[in-house]
């Protein structure tokens, strides 16, 4: 006992205070290839200005937070490492501080070494060394930077902060970003991704220094593919060094997705690292877990893995598709946990959301709700490698089924509908085949259409023939739903202006439907519809009206009177009516089925809206242009109020405003608003998009009627020699500007080169429209015209002797 007592008070007898300069704890070597980096010097300049103002303020610390694998260890290393040789400092204490006795422990053993404390008592000789590190008047003053590395939790430093003091540093790495945090004066330094260059110069450098080259776009790809993320570039570095690969045999075993992240780590970890890639983000979904309320972090992050990484809407994340499954696999269930697991609400998902974003796990931005979440793509890669194959399936129709629920019956909202339809593209580049098997998920439908009804239509094209080749994959050709994305290519196709490619690939696909569907099957009758649209598009106008009148009887019959199918056929039947000439008709017959579209889908649905249009184009075609206009403004009001200022309606009822005003005895109004109008639809638009085309060959014919056939002329050739421009040679709305062309350029002086044009013109408008279109006549009379004016000037003047 006497000994016992004996040794103890040996233990105890104090250490004498080690001398200045003196280092506490042992700074992690610098990484191989250290990457020099913009953050070094934001952080250098930081700490330096506040020691410009040591005499006015005190300096509470710095707290560099980011997500795992930034390199905020590296970079709060390099600052010490920095300040230690150069003489900045007289202590230095660098604690791994991944739990609140870690942190003790560091400071016991500095208590222990500056002020004379005791390791019998860790908590006091920490709170010893925090006393030590408090200013005094009249003592010696200690220039100190204490690192506290890895925080795990904000809360492990309650009365563990080291206090303010003018020749005092603290910096702090973590991977959260709690309010906490940044409280009493310290500020948060956020630790960000390599820039590309950065990126670049680190994977050349280190690859260079085990005698490897690559070549610099290789390199920048691969970056791009790990996300510029410096933890995952150094290992994939260290992958290809083992390895021997090359970078493009790299790029290849990552692209493959039965490759999990684990596959593409060396054997050995570089620069002392403890974890590969894969789990270096576990210990943080735990915690974000842990968090209130608790066991949805991790269901949350695992939908959001199959997002689109770069933006994902709140309103898909709080849906009830995803709510069901945040209760489904609210992890883990509490001891207590009733039998029946009580309903997660939308604001638990948000705050579910909230943990993962002070885990630096996403970033949560809810002022901006449409692309409120953000993940990176590494951490979406090893959440999706948990998942058992059965797990993926599930979650990747429940994230199908949450994306559905998200989308407005009417997108009003361009912003909204451009991220769900990114959302539906990262989905089916993940999981396709989940959402194929056992039977397509409607949301693939939903967003080919919303592409191409928001005007991005070479886009959707380029989707549906994605959609028809993944039907030959995934489904027998005779399954109707192998039909649908056949029928959408080609209806897309013809909104786009390519109606030489749309009018066969539906005559096909009628014949496949006829004889899988039936005649009168929904389907069948709609590609008849648009078969018929797209041939009067071509020219046929006649051919046109037969058909509709055809489709109207047999959709009478299949549907009834009633139907919004058979209503739309009536409409589009007056439509051609009225493109074949005969205008009066064409309004009478469109007012008699407007309020009959009214009574089926109400006033602000787009058949109604369109019928509108229509009305006001065929009255102004009828003469009066007065009450043309004035339907045009209302109509514009209205579509402005239901789709958005920027929908494709809206756009398009403002391009036929601004013609009607113009044709209306207004050319310079009509000109000046679509000189405004034209550079908001490529900015919205696009510049591929076919409306484009029409409004310059109205601001053309405002122009010329305004009395500027030059500008006339520049607007049409600029047009036609536009490569984005949204409608082939063969197009009737191709041929129209070229025959517009040649009337402003014989208009502004050159009857020979107008005369020129049409000659050229005419032969292909005779194979293409046929020799009755109106556009064919008006280019013959043109034709007449100019070379009657031609021989006037060259006859001499009356009176001359020749």
Known sequence: MNAEQLTIVQQRTPREPAAWPHQVGIIPPRAQSFQHRAEVDHLRAVVEDSGTTVLRQVSAGRVLAGMGGVGKTQLAADYARTAWTDNSLDVLVWVTAGSRSAVVTGYAQAGVELCRASLEDPEQAAQTFLAWLTPKAGAKSCRWLIVLDDVGDPDDLRGMWPPASPRGRTLVTTRRRDASLAGDGRRLFKVGLFTEAEAVSYLTTSLATHGRSEPAHQLAALAADLGHLPLALSQAAAYLADSGESVADYRRLFADRTTTLADTAPDRLPDDQALPLAASWSLSIDRADALRPTGLARPMLHLCALLDANGIPQGVLTSQAALAHLTAHRSPPGQNSPAEPVPVSAPDAVRALRALHRLHLVNHAP???????????????????????????????????????????????????????????????????????????????????????SGQLSTAITYWQNMVSAAVRYLDPEHPDALTPRHRLAHFQGLAGDVGTAVPTLERLLLDQQRILGPNHPDTLTTRYDLARWRGAAGDVRGTITAFEELLNDRTRALGPEHIDTLDTRHDLAYWRGRGGDSVRAVAELKEVLPLLIQAVGPDDSYPLTARNNIAFFTGETGDRGAAVTMYEELLEDCSRVFGADHTETLATAIMLAFCRGKAGDPTTGASELEQLIPHMLRVLGPDHPDLSFARRFLAECQGAAGDPASAVTTLEESLLDPHRGYGPDHPHTLGSRRDLAHWRGTAGDPTAAASELELLIPHMLRVLGPDHPDTLQARQDLVRWHTEMEGAAQPPSGTRS
Do not use: C, M
């Open 367 to 453: 002022d901006t709700p449409h692309l409120a979440v953000r993940v990176h793509q590494l951490i979406q890669r090893a959440t999706l490698d948990t998942l058992t194959p059965d797990q993926h399936l599930s979650l990747a129709r429940t994230a199908a089924d949450a994306l559905t629920a998200a989308w407005p019956e009417k997108e009003r909202d361009l912003a909204l509908a451009q991220s769900l339809q990114a959302n539906v593209t990262s989905l089916n580049d993940i999981a396709e085949r989940a959402l194929w098997r056992p039977e397509v998920h409607p949301v693939l439908f939903r967003a080919g259409t919303s592409l191409g009804e």
